[in-house]
């Protein structure tokens, strides 16, 4: 089996992205869209995110084989119970929500009887909103689904298959592991950078003038993952609080190592420390999740 | 005045870059220049770093009115005794490093009687070695100069000068204001990246390759900045110690208060605290210290 019609609630980066991405790379399937703020359904009209932008929920799903839920994680279960109506009985339910469990949760108690799968392209920007997609974004990304027990076999795979066709190499986990590893490799990195950059503006002995005049030294890298969208961030943390907090704890312990290293003078602990992280970098790039020219190969390098 | 023999001690990223800069944005200038490495000499030679790389310090400096020591911080000191003997008595004296109160006193004591104003490009990739350098990598990027006082105005208007001409924006700053500015621009935000890379690292829930495949997340911009070079970034925390732990423990501070927010379901200052942080990101790009493109422009999202 294959979808023909998907609905996408939620017309932001992630669902703007994969309405544009199933016009550019499933041709023949039809594309429906509803987004709950009048302007975004504005703007997704003029991109033409999507085949048809609807005013309603209902009207998005109606005829859909396939919705896929595109919006913050506190909003998932109120969007599925206002699709709920006309949803086909028949329909596949997914999602793009960096936590899993408690979306999945979420979803299955809006519709109940459903098939419901849920999956994380684990692909985004710094930018939000209806501007922000773009039919590439999950080229070569990973796409996490995190079918539940049972699960529909046939489901999953046309699910499995959407995913590869957009561009994305699949993985199959199960919710609970892939909300630990987000934790670390995303979660995380959020609330460090959310925390430095509020750190550096709120200091009384260097202005934030200064802070911005010589960001090139480090901080501006952070300053890109703070501009993520607030909505979202709030809820990812709170949806995902015991595994972000396991996982901060663990941070928190080996800040403070090194911290003591600094006080210390420990040369020999910093230097081995400082020089193993580099391998990890080295695979990153081997295997395609980054860019490996230096700084990201940013325009302020070219000659 | 202007520099009409410039010197390099030490043909990294940051040496190897002036070297080339001069070469394109100061034809009549010439440069000698010296890296206590021999293969690094030899591969300086064959990239053509600088006019003539020499086997010996004094043979590099012997007829220079410019030495820039471009080697990490606990390396200053030796590298100027080596140079002493031949430097010419007039030569200014200057150097690239992230700290400059450290690196003031330890040129001061090698190299009593002669002009020594420090210097610092706020400019650099992840990048080390005689490979890393390139000419523009000062255009757009401030350079902090810390001049003693009092200091010889015409050599400081000289060195304000030349490094306008490579393309830098120039700032006088005094040497403890500035190792505050970079304990938090750029010290804090590396030890931050460090932690956390290693941290990853060392999971034993969640695999080594879990975490490469899924970096995309946020994690991979922290591994960048982690792999840069390890010598270097030890002596910089040990050289600005009590800056960087002061920035640390604000920042300490700060996570605490996140995390408790995260720990008792605070949604409002958890939102508020990541509203703010956009501002400065603008702030940023309007400046011209970052790409403005969505992932720095990486090119990993070309069509």
């Given at each position: 089996?294959?979808?023909?019609?998907?609905?996408?609630?939620?017309?932001?980066?992630?669902?703007?992205?994969?309405?544009?991405?199933?016009?550019?790379?499933?041709?023949?399937?039809?594309?429906?869209g509803?987004?709950?703020?009048?302007?975004?359904?504005?703007?997704?009209?003029e991109?033409g995110?999507?085949?048809?932008?609807?005013?309603?929920?209902?009207?998005?799903?109606?005829?859909?084989?396939?919705?896929?839920?595109?919006?913050?994680?506190?909003?998932?279960?109120?969007?599925?119970?206002?699709?709920?109506?006309?949803?086909?009985?028949d329909?596949?339910?997914?999602?793009?929500?960096?936590?899993?469990?408690?979306?999945?949760?979420?979803?299955?108690?809006?519709?109940?009887?459903?098939?419901?799968?849920?999956?994380?392209?684990?692909?985004?920007?710094?930018?939000s909103?209806?501007?922000?997609?773009?039919?590439?974004l999950?080229?070569?990304?990973?796409?996490?689904?995190?079918p539940?027990?049972?699960?529909?076999?046939l489901?999953?795979?046309?699910?499995?298959?959407?995913?590869?066709?957009?561009?994305?190499?699949?993985?199959?986990?199960?919710?609970?592991?892939?909300?630990?590893?987000?934790?670390?490799?995303?979660?995380?990195?959020?609330?460090?950078?959310?925390?430095?950059?509020?750190?550096?503006?709120?200091?009384?002995?260097?202005?934030?003038?200064?802070?911005?005049?010589?960001?090139?030294?480090g901080?501006?890298?952070?300053?890109?993952?703070?501009?993520?969208?607030?909505?979202?961030?709030?809820?990812?943390?709170?949806?995902?609080?015991?595994?972000v907090?396991?996982?901060?704890?663990?941070?928190t312990e080996?800040?403070?190592?090194?911290q003591?290293?600094?006080?210390v003078?420990?040369?020999?602990?910093?230097?081995?420390?400082?020089?193993?992280?580099?391998?990890?970098?080295?695979?990153?790039?081997?295997?395609?999740q980054?860019?490996?020219?230096?700084?990201?190969?940013?325009?302020?390098?070219?000659?």
């Amino acid at each position: 089996m294959s979808f023909s019609n998907v609905a996408i609630i939620g017309l932001g980066l992630q669902g703007g992205s994969i309405g544009l991405a199933v016009q550019a790379y499933l041709p023949g399937v039809r594309t429906t869209g509803y987004d709950a703020d009048p302007v975004t359904r504005i703007r997704a009209r003029e991109r033409g995110l999507v085949h048809e932008v609807c005013e309603t929920a209902t009207d998005a799903v109606k005829t859909c084989d396939l919705v896929i839920f595109c919006v913050p994680p506190s909003a998932m279960g109120a969007a599925a119970r206002e699709a709920a109506p006309a949803l086909p009985k028949d329909a596949l339910v997914s999602d793009v929500g960096s936590c899993k469990q408690s979306i999945a949760a979420s979803l299955a108690e809006a519709l109940p009887g459903y098939t419901i799968i849920p999956a994380h392209p684990v692909a985004g920007t710094e930018h939000s909103g209806p501007d922000a997609g773009f039919a590439s974004l999950f080229r070569n990304r990973w796409c996490i689904i995190t079918p539940p027990e049972p699960t529909d076999l046939l489901k999953l795979s046309a699910l499995v298959a959407f995913w590869e066709t957009l561009g994305a190499n699949v993985e199959i986990m199960d919710a609970e592991h892939h909300d630990l590893v987000l934790a670390v490799t995303s979660h995380l990195p959020h609330l460090i950078a959310y925390t430095i950059v509020g750190t550096a503006s709120d200091l009384e002995n260097v202005t934030e003038s200064e802070v911005i005049k010589y960001s090139a030294g480090g901080f501006r890298d952070f300053t890109r993952i703070a501009a993520s969208d607030p909505t979202m961030w709030r809820d990812v943390f709170l949806a995902n609080r015991e595994a972000v907090l396991t996982m901060l704890q663990r941070f928190t312990e080996d800040l403070t190592a090194l911290q003591r290293a600094i006080r210390v003078g420990d040369d020999k602990t910093l230097f081995d420390h400082f020089t193993r992280t580099r391998a990890i970098r080295r695979s990153i790039i081997e295997e395609g999740q980054d860019d490996e020219r230096p700084d990201f190969g940013r325009s302020d390098h070219e000659a």
